[in-house]
């Protein structure tokens, strides 16, 4: 049987806090003018850090502070 670890829960919590934090307050270095969602390159109009890149950043760095909590704490 498959087991969910409490850093799973814990981290995908913090994730989908933090990507509604960024959709609520749609900062500059992710979206443009319009609201709408910046492609990622190197242009003027386009960005580096995109959307796709904050997600996987958050995402694995959410993991990795759980999972060292939880040996801490363990």
């Known amino acids: 049987m498959i087991t969910i670890n409490g850093r799973i829960i814990y981290s995908a919590l913090f994730l989908s806090l933090s990507m509604f934090l960024v959709f609520l307050i749609k900062p500059e ?5 319009n609201e709408e969602i910046k492609s990622f390159g190197l242009k003027k109009q386009e960005t580096l ?26």
């Open 49 to 74: 850090f995109s959307l796709g890149v904050f997600t996987t950043l958050v995402a694995i760095l959410s993991f990795y502070f759980f999972a060292i909590v939880d040996l801490i704490f363990s």
């Open 29 to 33: 270095l992710i979206f443009d003018q």
